[in-house]
C-alpha cells in the first residue's frame, strides 16, 4: 500500500537524529532454538537496523524480533494518527509487525499485521484498524501502545530484514 499525501511523524531515524534503539528477543525466552540479532548497518551514507538469522520451530518456538520499547514515553499520542509507516528492506519474504499495548497482561498476546518485505527499499503504511488481536479479545487502542516488533515468525527460513526509518502518519 504506497501514500504519498500523507503527514508523517519519525520515531526511528538513526540518520536524522539521536533514535530509539532495537532490542533483540528471541523464542530462547521461552525455550526454543532459534538464533540470531540485531544489527546497525551503514550502506550508502544511510544507516539502519538489521534483524537476521534463523527461525527454528523446534521445542515450541518460532520467532526472532527486533523490537522498540518504552514507546509510552514519547511525547505522541499515538491515537493522533492513522497507523505506523515503516522503511524496509528484506530478503523477499513476510514479516510481521506487531504492537503491546497496556491493555495486554501475558506475553504472547499482541496485535498484528503481517508485510512483505522485498529486496528493494520500500515504505509501507500500516493502519492501526487492520492489526489484528492475537490471544485477546481487547481491539487496538493506539493510546495504549508501548512496545512494537518485527518479526520473522511462524516457519523455518533465514531472516534478514533492514529498517531504515518508522514512524506514524495521518
Same mark, same amino acid.
Given at each position: ?74 511525547? $505522541? ?46 515504505? $509501507? ?19 495504549? $501502545? ?16 533492514? $529498517? ?7
Amino acid at each position: 500500500m504506497q501514500h504519498s499525501t500523507h503527514e508523517m511523524f519519525e520515531i526511528y531515524n538513526p540518520n536524522m537524529h539521536k533514535s530509539q534503539t532495537w532490542r533483540f528477543v528471541s523464542d530462547q525466552v521461552m525455550g526454543g532454538v532459534s538464533q540470531g540479532q540485531v544489527n546497525v548497518v551503514t550502506d550508502q551514507n544511510s544507516t539502519f537496523h538489521c534483524l537476521s538469522g534463523q527461525v527454528s520451530l523446534e521445542n515450541n518456538g518460532g520467532f526472532l524480533q527486533m523490537q522498540l520499547v518504552n514507546l509510552d514515553k514519547l511525547a $505522541i499520542n499515538f491515537s493522533d494518527y492513522l497507523g505506523l509507516y515503516i522503511e524496509v528492506k528484506g530478503n523477499s519474504h513476510n514479516y510481521n509487525l506487531h504492537i503491546r499495548t497496556s491493555q495486554l497482561w501475558l506475553p504472547w498476546q499482541s496485535f498484528r499485521s503481517e508485510f512483505y518485505a522485498s529486496n528493494e527499499w520500500q515504505r $509501507i503504511f500500516l493502519p492501526f484498524d487492520k492489526f489484528k488481536s492475537y490471544k485477546t479479545l481487547s481491539k487496538l487502542n493506539p493510546k495504549k $501502545i508501548n512496545r512494537l516488533g518485527i518479526l520473522a515468525i511462524g516457519e523455518v527460513f533465514q531472516a534478514d530484514i533492514c $529498517i531504515r526509518n518508522f514512524g506514524v502518519y495521518r
